[in-house]
């Protein structure tokens, strides 16, 4: 079957840093996604993965691991904005995306 | 650019009657649009998803004869709740594909239904 996991909630300190892990299994594979969604609000995209490594975009940077069926989000700089969920979503062989539960992300100051 | 239109944004009904939704691209054309129901702190649920032209693929234990999909045009998808009923209160939200590219999908910013 089809899965992605992700970690249901995670606590951080204003400035520092934070690593939102996910692991995915998916009938082929075509890209892993990460979006942000407030409370009460539509997700908005943040980055996609299709190769192994790396993309860095300013305070955000996403790593793909296809051997593992792994990729992480880091955050920088932590600031109170960045409280919301992370949704983690994989694209099948089909072009639809499997989602993930969502990481709620709790900064504190 | 890739702007998705939802309208309304809430919206309150009784029991009984049936609410439309429209979801709209505003700069690309839209091949493929998903429609996504959310509960309260629970992920993305998909729907169905909408081809232009042609009728829509619905996921397991959505029915298909209460969540009637139209997909007119490359800009326009409608959703209407059909009886709804108060189980049916959620965050409905749709995203569309463009044309030129298969991967990333963009959302709209959601519709807040409340059935009494």
């Known amino acids: 079957g089809q899965n992605i996991d992700q970690p249901t909630e995670m606590t951080a300190t204003e400035g520092a840093i934070v690593q939102i892990n996910c692991t995915y299994q998916t009938s082929g594979f075509n890209g892993l996604f990460w979006y942000q969604q407030h409370a009460g609000e539509a997700p908005t995209f943040l980055s996609y993965?299709?190769l192994d490594g790396l993309e860095e975009k300013g305070r955000f940077s996403s790593f793909l691991s296809r051997s593992k069926g792994y990729s992480y989000l880091l955050l920088k700089e932590l600031q109170m904005k960045d409280s919301a969920s992370y949704l983690c979503?994989?694209?099948?062989?089909?072009?639809?995306?499997?989602w993930g539960a969502g990481t709620k992300l709790i900064i504190k100051p | 650019g890739a702007v998705v239109s939802q309208h309304p944004s809430w919206v309150i009904c009784k029991s009984g009657t049936s609410v439309k939704i429209e979801c709209r691209s505003l700069d690309f054309q839209a091949t493929t649009m998903f429609w996504y129901r959310q509960f309260p702190k629970q992920s993305l649920m998909l729907m169905a998803t909408s081809n232009e032209g042609s009728k829509a693929t619905y996921e397991q234990g959505v029915e298909k004869d209460k969540f009637l999909i139209n997909h007119a045009s490359l800009t326009l998808s409608t959703l209407t709740v059909t009886s709804a009923h108060p189980e049916d209160s959620s965050f409905y939200i749709c995203s569309a594909r463009d044309l030129g590219d298969r991967a990333e999908q963009f959302f709209g910013p959601g519709t807040r239904l409340t059935v009494l």
């Open positions: 993965n299709v």
């Open positions: 979503a994989a694209m099948d062989s089909n072009y639809q995306l499997i």
